[in-house]
C-alpha cells in the first residue's frame, strides 16, 4: 500500500513563498507519478503540477507555471512543490497524490491527507 505524508504549507503572506513536500512510502519511488492537487472552498479540486518519480520534465497548470516548481530527491522517495509569488487566490488545501509509472487514466490512486496553504492579503 503506498502511503504518502504531505508536509509544510501554512500561513504566507500575499507574494511570499513556502514548500511543500511529500515523502512516499510502500512503493519504488520510481515506479509512480506523483502530482500535487489543490482544493479552495467551493471550487472543484484541480490538479496544479505532476512529476514522474523516474524523471521527465513536469506538468503545470497554466496558472502557476511560472510561479509552482515541482521536483524530486530519489533518494529520500520525496516529491517537493516550490512556491513563489503566492496570491490570495492560491489559498486551497493542497494534496499530494500518486498513481503508477505509464498509467494513462488521469486517475489518481494514492492520496495524502492534504495541507493547507492560506495566502493573507
Known amino acids: 500500500q503506498v502511503q504518502l505524508a ?3 504549507g501554512g500561513l504566507v503572506q500575499d507574494g511570499g513563498s513556502t514548500r511543500l513536500s511529500c515523502t512516499v512510502s510502500g512503493r519504488p519511488f520510481a515506479l509512480l507519478t506523483m502530482g500535487w ?3 479552495a472552498p467551493g471550487k472543484e479540486r484541480e490538479l496544479v503540477a505532476a512529476i514522474a518519480g523516474s524523471g521527465g520534465s513536469p506538468y503545470y ?6 510561479r509552482f516548481t515541482a521536483s524530486r530527491d530519489i533518494a529520500k522517495s520525496t516529491v517537493y512543490l ?5 496570491k490570495p487566490e492560491d ?4 494534496y499530494c497524490a500518486a498513481k503508477p509509472r505509464g498509467a494513462t487514466s488521469g ?4 492520496w495524502g491527507r492534504g495541507i ?3 495566502v493573507s492579503s
Open 107 to 110: 486517475v489518481y490512486d494514492y
Open 91 to 94: 489559498t486551497a488545501v493542497y
Open 82 to 86: 516550490r512556491m513563489s509569488s503566492l
Open 6 to 8: 504531505e508536509s509544510g
Open 37 to 39: 492537487f489543490r482544493q
Open 116 to 118: 493547507q496553504v492560506t
Open 61 to 66: 497548470k497554466s496558472s502557476v507555471e511560472s
